[in-house]
């Protein structure tokens, strides 16, 4: 496989992931998660029970779980887009390993990655909806759409930058502030903290615990309660549908709207930073557009109490911005070795001139 064919199934992979991450979403929004309640089956059968006679058996073998073909169909199809994006993750791992001048810690770890998120994925049927196994099946989808597209970016800069003059490098190198590279790396954690938190608000059903704006309807500064943010709760036969208290998913969605405040608040900060700079100021525009989508997407899940393509959109945006904060950083980190590289070829340039 020439290295163009295999920087677009790298491409391929990383469209996939996204697929997979808004099925995870709408799988969980329709309350599908355990449309199937084992693992990797549905039912005891390889795929969904079909016909009258199968659907009995399936009762009789989960007798205390109706069968509802709609959402086993709903969480099948997620584990079948979610099984093509590991054998692709594995086929990348086998190409780079082949290839002597391909990364290979990366391929590496999206495979680690996507292995830990198959037994996430396992976990969440299995401890029956357990909130941090949710949240962290989250985390685990929007971490491997991350590092596909990290690798993208490594193979295309490795195709790029021997092909470039070196008068072009110079002309477009570019050497960021080191306070705006920081300021980028905080931003992608902040924003990596608030998705954590979007996590733990969906998977305890606190989404729509304050249905008012900009301030929850309630006391909820007499009422705060931090256990709601402890990891391991309290052993329960199904998580579904929640199992804190009022006051506790109001503590989880208010800390989330404070967490968006936050983020906005440090995201116009480093846009302001990159307009500022000539090279990456696409990327402050980029972030721009996808903030105010993500603002807009969140009031509408507040006011319309949860709509379900509204509350999809929300995590795919969430994911667009984490990506977008990913590439900044990337631009602002890479362009070191993009100035080495015009280093080095500075004195084998004088030598023929």
């Known amino acids: 496989m020439s290295l163009f064919s295999f920087k677009h199934l790298i491409y391929l992979t990383f469209v996939l992931s996204l697929c997979v991450i808004a099925l995870g979403a709408y799988t969980r929004l329709t309350e599908a998660g355990l449309g199937c309640p084992d693992w990797p089956g549905c039912y005891g059968f390889i795929s969904v029970p079909q016909g009258s006679e199968q659907q009995l058996l399936a009762q009789q073998a989960f007798p205390d779980i109706p069968v509802e073909v709609s959402k086993a169909w709903n969480e099948m199809v997620h584990r079948y887009f979610a099984g093509s994006l590991g ?9 780079a390993w082949r290839r002597p001048a391909t990364p290979k810690r990366l391929p590496a770890l999206l495979l680690v990655t996507v292995i830990f998120q198959a037994l996430l994925g396992m976990w969440t049927v299995t401890l029956v909806l357990m909130p941090v196994v949710v949240m962290g099946h989250l985390l685990g989808g929007f971490t491997t759409a991350s590092l ?4 993208a970016l490594r193979i295309r800069q490795r ?5 470039l003059p070196k008068a072009s490098l110079s002309r477009h190198s570019f050497s960021p502030p080191q306070s705006l590279q920081i300021m980028g790396l ?3 954690l902040v924003v990596a903290g608030q998705i954590a938190l979007g996590g733990w608000t969906a998977a305890n059903y606190a989404a729509v615990a304050c249905t008012q704006l900009p301030i929850c309807e309630v006391d909820w500064q007499q009422h705060f309660d931090v256990s709601a943010f402890e990891p391991i709760q309290p052993e329960h036969d ?3 549908y929640g199992v804190l208290n009022y006051h506790q998913r109001v503590s989880i969605h208010v800390a989330h709207r404070i967490g968006a405040m936050v983020t906005t608040t440090v995201l116009v900060l480093l846009m302001w930073r990159l307009w500022r700079q000539s090279v990456p100021r696409r990327y402050g525009l980029g972030l721009g557009i996808a903030l105010a989508l ?3 997407l969140g009031i509408t899940n507040v006011v319309a109490s949860l709509p379900l393509l509204v509350a999809v959109g929300h995590n795919l945006v969430g994911v667009i911005l984490l990506l977008m904060l990913v590439a900044t950083n990337y631009h602002l980190y890479c362009w070191r070795d993009v100035q080495r590289y015009t280093d080095k070829m500075a004195p084998e340039g004088r030598s023929h001139g």
């Not at 054998?87 to 190409?95: A, F, Q």
């Not at 195709?159 to 092909?163: A, L, W, Y």
């Open 87 to 95: 054998l692709l993750i594995l086929v990348i791992n086998i190409i």
């Open 159 to 163: 195709e790029i930058q021997p092909s």
């Open 238 to 240: 199904s998580y579904q």
């Open 294 to 296: 993500q603002l807009c």
């Open 186 to 188: 905080v931003a992608l």
């Open 148 to 151: 596909l597209l990290l690798l």
